[in-house]
């Protein structure tokens, strides 16, 4: 795998993704449906859907939702936890080439995906696919760092990452000029998880810059965090605090 290409880096880490990567809040459906008028006959693309997390909610809730992913493991996972749904369709796509019809969505949406896209390309397919009055909305959970665990679970990721890492996940410059000259919404959601011992390995090796099993400085990592899960654990549970950061707009 090369670790640099955005399609392939999360081949290797599809499952750990898919079982302890964040959900999102339940209350980002009702903020839609109130800011832009959201509702059943709205067509949704998820962009760079992954395992469907993010999908979820809006299929849960009854809504027609398409996802486009170019990652087979990802994707199959996904087809595999929402094929329940009778609108969840799943579509082999990049964000610069979907593969979805022109004018014909009401709503994309992009979780944890837009900081490995080439906006240019990106941004004429948006408008390609999106209906007139369409809107784009960008979404990440921020871990926070406000207690004595995160500090110390944020610099244990820091110690054991890749150095070459992307761009910041939420730059706000990029998404205002991806946008421009519409202007954004912004708005934040708390989303408070738990994690026991394991579940915070798994979110931890889910991510693309930490070492894998049989990699350099891997055994040395696990050591690192059994200590922090033993230190900070709460009834044998973590709490992992996250801000949910939503961020709207039409596109011109």
């Known amino acids: 795998m090369n670790a640099n290409n955005s399609t392939s880096r999360f081949s290797d880490r599809a499952g750990n993704y898919d079982l302890y990567r964040p959900g999102y809040p339940p209350a980002v459906i009702p903020y839609l449906e109130q800011t832009i008028g959201l509702n059943k006959k709205s067509c949704i693309a998820d962009i760079g859907s992954g395992t469907g997390i993010f999908s979820a909610l809006f299929l849960a809730a009854g809504y027609v939702v398409k996802t486009v992913e170019p990652n087979a493991e990802m994707r199959s996972i996904a087809v595999k936890n929402l094929q329940q749904y009778d609108e969840f369709e799943s579509v082999e796509g990049t964000a610069e080439h979907t593969g979805l019809p022109g004018s014909s969505m009401d709503l994309i949406t992009v979780a944890?995906?837009?900081?490995?896209?080439?906006?240019?390309?990106?941004?004429?397919?948006?408008?390609?696919?999106?209906?007139?009055?369409?809107?784009?909305?960008?979404?990440?959970?921020?871990?926070?760092?406000?207690?004595?665990?995160?500090?110390?679970?944020?610099?244990?990721?820091?110690?054991?990452?890749?150095?070459?890492?992307?761009?910041?996940?939420?730059?706000?410059?990029?998404?205002?000029?991806?946008?421009?000259?519409?202007?954004?919404?912004?708005?934040?959601?708390?989303?408070?998880?738990?994690?026991?011992?394991?579940?915070?390995?798994?979110?931890?090796?889910?991510?693309?810059?930490?070492?894998?099993?049989?990699?350099?400085?891997?055994?040395?990592?696990?050591?690192?965090?059994?200590?922090?899960?033993?230190?900070?654990?709460?009834?044998?549970?973590?709490?992992?605090?996250?801000?949910?950061?939503?961020?709207?707009a039409q596109m011109e």
């Open 112 to 248: 944890q995906a837009f900081h490995w896209f080439r906006l240019p390309e990106v941004k004429q397919e948006f408008k390609r696919i999106l209906r007139p009055g369409g809107y784009v909305l960008l979404v990440w959970n921020i871990l926070q760092s406000g207690t004595a665990f995160l500090k110390a679970y944020a610099s244990l990721k820091e110690k054991y990452a890749e150095k070459h890492a992307h761009a910041d996940q939420a730059n706000l410059d990029s998404i205002r000029l991806f946008f421009d000259p519409c202007p954004v919404i912004e708005q934040q959601l708390k989303n408070i998880q738990w994690r026991d011992a394991e579940g915070l390995k798994g979110l931890l090796l889910s991510s693309s810059k930490i070492p894998l099993p049989g990699e350099s400085r891997y055994m040395d990592m696990m050591k690192e965090l059994e200590i922090l899960s033993e230190q900070y654990a709460e009834n044998g549970l973590l709490k992992m605090e996250y801000e949910t950061m939503l961020y709207l």
